[in-house]
């Protein structure tokens, strides 16, 4: 049973504009998000988290957002740029459990 | 720079011959995990390593097994590969688990073709 879901597996978004990328999950006892971004042939790699006790967090053009009670997380990528094209994978923890959603490649028009 | 390491990045293996995957870490971190990943899917837990404690994931097949020699070197060993084995190969770690303590740093992966 997939304890995290990425359910939209494709978005394109023009240069500029804002990505935003969706993740729901359905045990209450995570208590730490993250989302990866993973280019074709590399590993991921850690680009932002948000404890369980926030529900927003913002580094630079990527900005979290938690909705405890709707189970759902939300990465927002503004302004989007070319080299933000990847797949992006958000994953969930809660004491030694540790899941990956399935992943949403990001496509960035110039 | 402190770094999580694969090696090597691309191995062919004839079906049923044994392989060993490598993994260092320059960050010292207590937990090393392996993942298994194939086209489209999310990464799936094989085990892990807090320290030198080996947890395997219930699922994980009997065909693959795992070495911790030491704090900075993590080995995957495949038994007897099968096609469906075919696959990327990541490596991560991570200072420990719970909260921030999840964070996990990943390798660039290997990819394993099964002929």
């Known amino acids: 049973d997939q304890q995290v879901k990425q359910n939209s597996p494709s978005l394109s978004v023009q240069e500029g504009r804002i990505s935003i990328l969706n993740c729901d999950y359905t045990?209450?006892?995570?208590?730490?998000f993250l989302w990866y971004k993973k280019y074709p042939a590399e590993g991921p790699t850690f680009l932002i988290s948000?404890?369980?006790?926030?529900d927003k967090n913002e580094d630079g053009r990527f900005t979290v957002f938690l909705n405890k009670s709707a189970k759902h997380l939300s990465l927002h990528i503004v302004p989007s740029q070319p080299g933000d094209s990847a797949v992006y994978f958000c994953a969930a923890s809660g004491g030694n459990q540790f899941y990956f959603g399935t992943g949403t490649s990001l496509t960035v028009i110039p | 720079d402190a770094m999580v390491i694969q090696n090597p990045r691309y191995q062919v293996t004839q079906f049923g011959k044994p392989v060993t995957l490598s993994c260092s870490q320059t960050l010292n971190h207590n937990v090393m995990y392996w993942y298994q990943q194939k086209s489209s899917q999310a990464p799936k837990l094989l085990f892990h390593y807090y320290d030198k404690d080996f947890n395997n994931e219930a699922d994980t097949p009997d065909n693959f097994q795992s070495r911790r020699p030491n704090t900075s070197f993590c080995f995957l060993d495949i038994r007897s590969p099968g096609l469906g084995d075919a696959a990327m190969y990541l490596c991560?770690?991570?200072?420990?688990?719970?909260?921030?303590?999840?964070?996990?740093?990943f390798g660039p992966g290997t990819r394993l073709t099964v002929l």
């Open positions: 045990n209450s006892m995570f208590d730490y």
């Open positions: 991560a770690t991570s200072r420990g688990s719970g909260g921030a303590y999840n964070e996990q740093f």
């Open positions: 948000i404890s369980s006790i926030k």
